[in-house]
């Protein structure tokens, strides 16, 4: 599964030389994508239809005054592509370039020859919107001699969708750097993938040598998050060896990622039809009934969902009120009663969010149950109050004994950020020894990857495979060590006191209310956080009475809250030096400077 990402180069380059020497001065720097990456998906269909492309003429040239609908013919391996699209029009790239004079007219009699999940990708690419610049700057030749240069390898039997994703993420991060846009469409990289995909599937690789999964990804990106996790688990030299027939689902609502996912679940035999656009917490384009086993993603975290909560029907930022089973679900308040709660996260952040329709999409765990890796950021792990909505949904997580497992990863893993992020292992089939159970890994340190030769953006780091096999063993072997603590799920979670504190008047009198209670001092009012293992009266008594003895706490109004401090969990004291090595230091850069300024006054 390992990419060997340094031979891609070569052409990446080259696809990027294309921007600069045909399209400079004919579009806005930042208009350069909007070609060059639907030119790339349209070349790669384009190759894989030629070895076909005379018996598909000649099936149409014979059908098309016969029959109504010639998908099935065009589409078979006898009478046409063997694939699930095709292209009518008696032009291939190459064949558009012998005849210069009129490739405009004819360019556009090949858009308009590929088959309506073609058409698709086209318009969600919005390509059709570049022809007239292409034929007023007269660039449309020059444009397709270039992809149809050598150099540009991009048949499907010799890049795969990794490494075309691949292609796409470092194209894409170009573009972003070239315009100082705001880089939040990049892919995951490979190596994230690999070990999302191992922790998923390894755990239960004895209960899936046979039978029909369903595997999803809500934010699906380039689809590499399904590609690989399916190739894992069907590689007949791997190490699961399934024989398991997997259907891949997913949803995008960016265009440009969508039409590349779509073209490269066309090019892999996959069905087009179980991609869907549109945003997935406001327009979920699949059934609602429609149940995953296994789901992979990297949602977007710091990305405002504003517009969805608007479709969604709610009202104000500070006090949403989401009518839609997905986000309402029953946690427990501070008398343990289970209360139904409208669960959002901040308007802001949306991460958390796609979470919980990950949630709603489990199967049942009497129908073996589903498995997530999803990879956060650390707001998910602990923004949010108790009482809040991010808080409530790590409450309902953990309470429902969901969590597995969360994986820190090393920082500069990715290309457009170099915070530290997380990747969480959802199940609701747990193995005997995990329920009740949280384990986490602490993989950030040098010890789990190591530098690349040359960074790609923010990029610094990447894991080897003796870095994924290192990580998936300290998940397999849950014992803790130096990068590994197991807690129980109550860890977790707290129940906030409000800390009360009498007003007094000048004479240090306490002033009493009109039913003769002392009177809460605003000024002196405190939150207190208790650990949920510990008593309350207990705490009270140890932690506040002692500095504060005419405190009280309204029993009547606690909160809950559950947050995972994991910086604190793998916290290590640096021991302080001790004052005489410090002095004598000091002395000596004293010494040092006497001898520097004696030198500059003679």
């Known amino acids: 599964m390992s990419l060997n990402t340094q031979s891609l180069q070569p052409i990446i380059n080259f696809i990027w030389t294309v921007a600069d020497d045909i399209l400079i001065n004919k579009f806005l720097e930042n208009q350069y994508q909007d070609v060059i990456l639907p030119m790339t998906v349209l070349r790669r269909l384009d190759l894989a239809l030629e070895p076909s492309k005379e018996k598909v003429q000649k099936t149409f040239d014979d059908f098309k005054d016969k029959i109504d609908n010639l998908t099935g013919l065009l589409t078979s391996e006898q009478h046409g592509t063997g694939l699930a699209f095709y292209n009518t029009s008696k032009y291939t790239m ?29 318009t969600k690419f919005k390509f059709r919107n570049q022809l007239e610049t292409f034929q007023s700057t007269g660039i449309t030749f020059s444009l397709l001699e270039k992809f149809c240069s050598p150099k540009v390898e991009l048949s499907p039997d010799k890049i795969s969708p990794m490494a075309m994703g691949y292609m796409f993420e470092d194209l894409i991060r170009r573009f972003n750097e070239k315009t100082n846009a705001a880089a939040g469409r990049h892919f995951t990289p490979r190596e994230i993938i690999e070990l999302m995909t191992h922790l998923v599937y ?18 699906v990106g380039s689809g590499a998050m399904l590609t690989q996790s399916k190739l894992f688990a069907t590689n007949p ?9 997997f259907h891949l689902y997913g949803q995008e609502n960016t265009g440009e990622m969508y039409a590349t996912c779509k073209s490269d679940m066309l090019l892999k035999g996959e069905d087009p039809d179980k991609i869907k656009f549109g945003s997935t917490l406001s327009e979920y384009g699949m059934p609602a009934d429609l149940k995953f086993n296994f789901m992979l993603t990297n949602p977007p975290y710091g990305t405002s969902w504003k517009e969805d909560i608007s479709k969604l029907n709610v009202g104000t930022d500070k006090k949403i009120s989401i009518v839609d089973k997905r986000f309402n679900l029953p946690i427990k308040n501070f008398k343990g009663e289970l209360e139904t709660t409208c669960l959002t996260s901040r308007s802001n952040d949306g991460q958390l ?21 999803s990879i956060h950021n650390g707001s998910a792990l602990f923004t949010g109050d108790a009482g809040s909505g991010e808080s409530g949904i790590r409450q309902y997580i953990i309470e429902n004994d969901l969590l597995e497992c969360i994986i820190q990863l090393p920082y500069n893993i990715f290309y457009n950020t170099g ?23 602490n993989a950030s340190s040098n010890d789990f990857y190591q530098k690349m030769r040359k960074g790609l953006g923010d990029k610094k780091v990447e894991l080897a495979n003796e870095h994924i096999e290192k990580i998936q063993q300290t998940y ?14 109550e860890d977790f979670g707290y129940y906030q006191i409000t800390v009360h504190q ?3 008047d000048e004479k240090g009198k306490i002033i009493l209310d009109s039913k003769g209670k002392p009177k809460s001092d605003v000024k002196k009012k405190d939150a207190e956080n208790v650990p949920m293992k510990y008593s309350i009266k207990e705490y009270f008594n140890k932690e506040v009475l002692p500095f504060a003895p005419d405190a009280w706490y309204d029993k009547s109004k606690m909160k809950v809250g559950y947050e995972i401090a994991f910086n604190k969990y793998f916290y290590k004291y640096e021991e302080v030096r001790p004052l005489d090595i410090i002095s004598k230091e000091i002395l000596a850069l004293e010494a040092e400077t006497d001898g520097l300024l004696k030198e500059i006054v003679d």
């Not at 969480?424 to 747990?430: A, E």
């Not at 397999?476 to 799920?489: L, P, S, V």
């Open 94 to 122: 190459k064949k558009l370039l012998a005849d210069p004079k009129n490739i405009d007219t004819n360019f556009l009699d090949y858009l308009n020859g590929f088959s309506e999940n073609v058409q698709d990708i086209i």
């Open 237 to 245: 030299d791997g190490e699961i060896k399934s024989k398991a027939t």
């Open 419 to 441: 915070i530290a992020t997380y990747v969480w292992i959802i199940t609701n089939v747990k193995e005997e020894k995990r329920k009740g159970k949280v384990q986490l890994i």
């Open 353 to 373: 969010m796609f979470m919980l329709h990950m949630l709603s999409k489990m199967k049942d765990p009497e129908d073996g149950g589903s498995r997530i890796a």
């Open 502 to 504: 009498p007003e007094k």
């Open 476 to 489: 397999f072997d849950f014992a803790e060590n130096e990068y590994c603590k197991i807690f129980d799920n």
């Open 202 to 219: 390894l755990p239960v690789k004895d209960k899936i040598k046979q039978g029909t999964y369903l595997v999803y990804d809500p934010c």
